[in-house]
C-alpha cells in the first residue's frame, strides 16, 4: 500500500529484516500522527528483499536505498522507470481492450489494486484501508466504498436488529 515515491526513496534501515516490517516514511504526510506507518510484508515479499540486500552493491556503489541510482553514487532511482519496465514486461498492459478500458497499468496501479483487494475481501474496513493507505482523511478512500461487499452491510444490519440500535418498520 505504499506510494510509489515512498518505494522509491525507500533505505534499508527501514527494513526489519527478522520481523519482516517495513517501516514507511509517508511522502504526502506532514503531521507525525499519520507521517509514518509500519507495514507487515508478506513472506514472499520478506524474502525478495533478503535477496536483494544480500545482492546489493558493495564497496564503492554501496548505497543505504533499496533501489539505488546506477547513475549516482548513493542515490534512490530517479523515476520509477524500472518498475514500469517490468510491469511491461510481465505483460500486464498486453490487452488492449482492457488498456482502453481502463488505463495503462502503472507503479501506482499497484498501491490501487492492494485497496482494492482489501475492500472486496470484506475483512478489512475502510477506516484500516484508510491507515495502510496513509490517508489523512476518510474521504480520500471512500473511492474503494463502492467494493465493499454486501455480506457486510447484511452483517451490520443483523448486529443492529439483534442488540435492538435499529428500529424496525413496523
Known amino acids: 500500500g505504499a506510494r510509489p515515491s515512498e518505494i522509491r526513496t525507500l533505505r534499508w534501515s527501514q527494513f526489519s529484516e527478522n520481523e519482516g516490517l517495513l517501516r514507511i516514511e509517508r511522502s504526502k504526510v506532514e503531521d507525525s500522527e499519520h507521517g509514518e506507518a509500519t507495514l507487515q510484508l508478506t ?3 520478506a524474502e525478495i528483499l533478503q535477496r536483494r540486500y544480500r545482492n546489493r552493491p558493495t564497496g ?3 548505497s543505504e536505498y ?3 541510482s546506477d547513475r549516482v553514487k548513493n542515490q534512490p532511482v530517479s523515476t520509477l522507470h524500472s518498475i514500469q519496465t517490468a510491469i511491461d514486461k510481465v505483460g500486464l498492459n498486453d490487452n488492449e481492450r482492457l488498456v482502453a478500458k481502463k488505463g495503462k497499468f502503472t507503479p501506482h496501479s499497484l498501491r490501487d489494486s492492494y485497496a482494492s483487494l482489501l475492500a472486496q475481501s470484506g475483512e478489512v474496513g475502510l477506516f484500516e484501508i484508510q491507515q495502510l493507505l496513509g490517508h489523512t482523511t476518510p474521504q480520500m478512500t471512500q473511492k474503494y466504498a463502492h467494493l465493499v461487499p454486501e455480506e457486510v452491510g447484511k452483517k451490520a444490519k443483523e448486529i443492529m436488529e439483534r442488540d435492538g440500535l435499529m428500529s424496525r418498520a413496523s
Open 66 to 68: 533499496v533501489f539505488q
Open 43 to 45: 513472506e514472499k515479499c
Open 60 to 62: 564503492e556503489w554501496e
